[in-house]
Nanobody
Framework: QVQLVESGGGSVQTGGSQRLSCQAS????????MAWFRQSPGKEREFVSG????????YYADSVKGRFTISRDDAKNTVYLQMNSLNPEDTAIYYC?????????????????WGQGTQVTVSL
């Protein structure tokens, strides 16, 4: 079992930055693909970014490409999401996910473990 706990959420103004962290426990995340999803009120949860188990491949939703950066530190069992140039459309609960996968998937189903989420609110 892998337990995931997200942190780093909060309120920020448009144009600001935040860094989310996903701390894993229970097992090392090194063999897992890791991803961030988000859910806004009234919308379905959507893929934001993912990183392969080796750390060499990263994926981003078009809406965040160029603004968000995902990274992983397996020694700390932690995954990060650096978010820059935030805008109100980025307001959502952000979830961390882990999957014993050969590649990153942009859908929820393949992921085995999920965190409880952290709220990010971007105001004008």
């Amino acid at each position: 079992q892998v337990q995931l706990v997200e942190s780093g959420g909060g309120s920020v103004q448009t144009g600001g930055s935040q860094r989310l962290s996903c701390q894993a426990s229970g097992r090392t995340i090194s063999p897992y693909c890791m991803a961030w999803f988000r859910q806004s009120p009234g919308k379905e949860r959507e893929f934001v970014s993912g990183i392969g188990w080796s750390g060499r491949t990263t994926y981003y939703a078009d809406s965040v490409k160029g603004r968000f950066t995902i990274s992983r530190d397996d020694a700390k069992n932690t995954v990060y999401l650096q978010m820059n140039s935030l805008n109100p459309e980025d307001t959502a609960i952000y979830y961390c996910a882990a999957g014993a996968l050969m590649k990153v998937f942009t859908t929820e189903g393949p992921y085995d473990y999920w965190g409880q989420g952290t709220q990010v609110t971007v105001s004008l």
